[in-house]
């Protein structure tokens, strides 16, 4: 893709340089003269120490020594040099500014961070200070992941969130994290405070694409588990400069304002984080602002904690393999704009927990299921609809173009439609009246003025001109005439230049190099240079059949056209620069008409997908009900359709009046368990997040938290298969469950020897059932938990139905009351395609077992247990001391008296020493 460089810039290629060493070296050898350009590219380098410079050169960004090494090999291009030093070249690559975008995208894909350095001035201007003045250049952005704006780099139904999080001490040994979440596309700004346990589900449920925080905090060992459980690229800013004083000011002056008052009452750690996230983007955006809303404060208690693990495990928005595509989102999504896509996400990402918030929304979808004639007539506007978050985001960088003008233009035209087709529905929602009011608040001239000054075909670039439409500006028109005539008046000059030198071939031409310019065949331009007429034709090219001349009146008319479409784009842009005032100016109104058009998008997208499936209204209320009737999962629904096969419905009741059911479910392998305890945990998230759910009915009384967790075993998807893990996160679960929370549970204790993980397991679910006394789904493979049912009121047994037709195991995936009477991992493990030889083996092993089983019962030796474990749980047996001797032996073990130096003689009798007093204590 390389180019010759020298047909791409207008300077002279950059002297050598030495590598990667300051350049002004003291009395440089003449080799080591560094030219301006050099100079004033390694400054710049400097001061970006810590991205790739794309530097700016005529139609090119290039870059150079280590960045181009990066760079080339990131992108597959090609790697040429300029110059030399010292005998070395000096790397160089680039890319043509059109294709930057895809560039941009795939480096900061990779993890890079790229500063671009653009050209401040002509290159002529430069020219006028002298031959070898250098072109102004600057760093006019820094391009992370987390301040894209570039429309082709962002996924549109997704928000790209850049998140800071600052901490304060709120008391000895208590610190409080402030979260502040800004998407500079479309101008949100969301701030939130929680404890140190509600740090990581918050991140979790903002995805952030970045996160930018105090060295400090970066540098905490205790929250390193948190930054890898998120795994968004981490950006540390140096404290000072972070302070509560620099982050309030920062924050008054973005918003102008002489108090924070207004925005509502935030914390220090709020602010802190405001302020950090503020620091951010002026660093990256550098001269250029976001329009940024208001600081908008968010309550923690407000939404359903769910934490990354639990997340990734309902593959709520993302597989475990991190795609989009057969996540719940995918499955519920038929959101028809980028917004309502984003809203949408948000949604599910955050389940609320106020029960009459929940239930204005799910009036919103109610209504639309009912009306199918208004939702099909909203949804054939909302399709149309185009993102005017995105447009005025990027207008309000400056980097906008006049298709966001008319992305804008759009969307109102589309506001307005809907708002008309919302005004003829009678009574509404209250959520659908909100968002039409908002609808109703914009003005008419807004798009009107669009519409009439617009073209109709939109160039990408403002530059390129032409977008304006004729008859808007009398000037531009003026200067456009003057295009156009002079070009019919070059057509007549042909004419009577043909007929006074009296060659009929004469044509006038045009290329970059001459300008307009008269051709004529080499015999008759040898007459010209020697006729009569040679003072009138002015010669200016001898080619091998042809010469080239220019008058003096076609000098004019050039410099006249040049003029006039100079005058055209910068009367545009003038134009362009007013459109976009007048918008910014109407930013809050538009951007409220654009969340209600998402709003609507939702609702309506929510009820398309209720109706088509026959999913139910949820009842959501206060209780510590979790009823569901024919529930389905719709994912696995959706995959088996495709199948052409059918998803067996199933019940599920946790119901309690003072403390929630447990549920012990087993079955053979493949049975479903997996799945039925996801569809239940799905049931609350869409359930609290206002949709229906896929099931005949259901009553959910609202829950705080949600945990899911698989046993290590089945884990394998995320690479943490080791049982610690496991344990850790079954341990967050005993330890953070309240009576509100649900509790999924899938075959823990599985990474470890039966006897230990049975324990567990055990122990587990008494202490679900006397400590949490959550509602809890719990499936096994350890048939002696359902024995717990004897013992627990609130336990019961659930299994998978199995039917065996010739020896073969067929699953019914139906869940009913009872116990598997076993596993059935024999069949399985023929299904799977296991040598019949392995298998009949199998069998005989398997009787034999069986056999011991049955003379010496395992599940009766359980019924010894102590019936309430719970004191021993409470005051646990204190360990049995270790014997000394062993710790002695051991040490005296590993030596090896042959191999010592003196001092490691010594060293080991100290240490013999120690163990002998750790065992004597
Ligand atoms: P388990 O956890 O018991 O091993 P899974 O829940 O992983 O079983 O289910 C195994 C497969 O069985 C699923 O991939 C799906 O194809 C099918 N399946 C599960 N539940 C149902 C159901 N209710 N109706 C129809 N097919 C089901």
């Known amino acids: 893709m390389t180019a010759d460089p020298a047909l791409r810039t207008h300077e002279p290629p950059p002297a050598p340089a030495p590598r990667k060493r300051a350049p002004a070296a003291a009395t440089p050898a003449a080799e080591e003269r560094v030219t301006p350009m050099m100079a004033q590219y390694v400054e710049i380098k400097a001061a970006n120490a810590d991205s790739l410079l794309f530097y700016r050169m005529g139609d090119f960004y290039e870059l150079f020594f280590e960045d181009a090494e990066i760079a080339s090999r990131a992108l597959g291009i090609v790697l040429t040099k300029r110059g030399k030093h010292l005998g070395q070249d000096i790397p160089m690559c680039g890319v043509p500014i059109e294709r930057a975008d895809d560039y941009l995208q795939r480096l900061i894909g990779l993890g890079h961070r790229v500063a671009v350095c653009e050209q401040m001035e002509d290159p002529a201007e430069a020219k006028k200070r002298g031959a070898k003045a250098v072109v102004r250049r600057d760093v006019v952005r820094l391009v992370t992941p987390g301040t894209i704006t570039e429309e082709r780099l962002l996924e549109p139904a997704r ?33 939130v405070e929680t404890a140190r346990a509600g740090l990581g589900p918050t991140l979790a449920r903002l995805e952030p694409r970045e996160i930018v925080l105090a060295d400090t905090l970066h540098d905490d060992p205790d929250l390193a588990g948190v930054w890898r459980e998120i795994g968004a690229p ?61 600081p908008a404060r968010e309550d923690a208690s407000g939404s359903l904690v769910i934490d990354a693990a639990t997340r990734a495990n309902l593959e709520l928005t993302r597989t475990l393999s991190g795609e989009r595509a057969g996540s719940l989102l995918a499955a519920i999504d ?185 051709e004529v065949p080499a015999a008759f331009g040898e007459e010209l240079l020697r006729g009569p007429l040679k003072g009138d034709y002015i010669h200016r090219q001898t080619m091998s059949d042809a010469m080239r001349f220019t008058t003096l009146e076609l000098g004019e008319l050039e410099r006249a056209i040049a003029s006039a479409s100079e005058r055209a784009v910068a009367i545009e842009l003038s134009i362009f620069t007013d459109l976009a005032a007048m918008l910014a100016a109407e930013r809050p109104t538009i951007l409220a008409a654009g969340d209600a058009l998402s709003a609507i998008d939702v609702a309506a997208s929510l009820a398309d997908l209720a109706s088509e499936r026959a ?125 509100r929370s649900l509790v999924i549970l899938d075959e823990i204790g599985r990474g470890t020897a039966t006897f230990d993980g049975l324990s567990i397991a055990w122990a587990a679910i008494e202490h679900l059932h006397e400590d949490n006394r959550c509602r809890a789904l719990f499936a096994t493979h350890f048939h002696e938990l359902t024995r717990l049912t004897e ?57 034999e077992l069986e ?57 080991a009798l100290y240490a013999l020493k120690a163990a002998a007093k750790v065992g004597a204590s």
């Open 234 to 294: 981490l950006y540390p800013l140096p404290r000072d400069g972070l302070d509560a004083a620099s982050a309030e000011r920062r924050l008054k002056e973005t918003f102008g304002v002489a108090t924070l008052d207004a925005f509502g009452a935030f914390t220090r750690a709020e602010i802190a984080a405001a302020g950090t996230v503020l620091a951010y983007v002026e660093r990256t955006q550098i001269a250029a602002r976001p329009a940024l809303r208001p």
């Open 334 to 518: 038929r959101t028809l704009t980028p917004g309502g896509g984003r809203l949408l996400a948000e949604r599910l990402a955050g389940p609320l927990t106020d029960i009459a918030a929940i239930r204005a929304r799910q009036d919103a979808v109610a209504r639309l299921v009912e009306d199918t004639l208004l939702r099909d007539r909203l949804r054939e506007r909302l399709a149309s609809t185009p993102d005017m978050s995105r447009a005025l985001g990027r207008l309000a960088l400056d980097r906008g173009g006049p298709r966001d003008l008319a992305a804008v233009r759009d969307g109102l035209a589309a506001a307005k439609g809907i708002a008309a087709l919302l005004g003829e529905a009678g009574d509404l929602p209250a959520e659908i009246e909100a968002a039409c009011r908002a609808l109703r608040d914009l003005d008419p001239v807004l798009e009107a003025r669009l519409a009439q000054t617009l073209a109709d075909e939109l160039p990408l670039s403002k530059r390129d001109g032409g977008f304006v439409a004729q008859g808007i500006d009398a000037a531009l028109d003026e200067a456009r005439a003057l295009g156009s005539d002079s070009r019919r008046f070059i057509a007549g000059l042909q004419a009577r230049y043909a007929e006074e030198t009296g060659c009929r071939t004469l044509r006038i031409k045009h290329n970059a190099m001459l300008g307009y310019y008269l």
């Open 615 to 739: 999913w139910s209204r949820p009842k959501v209320d206060d209780s510590l009900a979790f009823l569901v009737e024919d529930g389905r999962h719709p994912v696995v629904e959706a995959a088996l359709a495709r199948e052409g096969k059918p998803f067996i419905a199933n019940a599920c009741d946790l119901s309690g009046e003072n403390a929630g059911a447990i549920a012990v479910i087993t079955g053979p392998n493949m049975g479903g368990k997996s799945t039925y305890l996801r569809q239940n945990a799905l049931v609350v998230v869409l359930a609290q997040m206002g949709a229906f759910v896929p099931a005949s009915r259901a009553h959910v009384g609202v829950c705080d938290r949600l945990f899911s967790r698989v046993g290590a075993a089945d884990d394998l998807a995320r690479g943490r298969s080791t049982f610690m893990v496991e344990m850790v996160e079954t341990a967050a679960i005993l330890n953070q469950a309240t009576r």
């Open 851 to 907: 056999r011991t089983e049955r003379e010496h019962p395992r599940a009766a030796r359980l019924d010894d247990l102590p019936l309430f474990a719970a004191p021993v749980r409470r005051a646990p047996a204190p360990a049995p001391p270790q014997p000394a001797r062993d710790a002695l032996r051991e040490v005296l073990g590993a030596l090896d008296p042959d191999e010592m130096t003196p001092k490691e003689a010594l060293e």
């Open 159 to 191: 928000a790209s969130l850049l998140v800071a999080v600052a901490r304060r001490k709120v008391s000895d040994d208590e610190h409080a994290y402030g979260i502040a979440a800004v998407d500079i596309t479309t101008g949100v700004f969301q701030v």
């Open 791 to 847: 013992r627990f009121a609130r336990i019961d047994t659930l299994t998978l139905k199995v039917a065996e037709h010739a020896g073969q195991v067929i699953f019914l995936h139906e869940v009913v009351k009872g116990a598997a009477d076993r596993s059935y991992g024999l069949q399985v493990a023929k299904l799977a395609g296991l040598p019949l030889s392995v298998v009949a083996r199998a069998g005989e092993i398997l009787a």
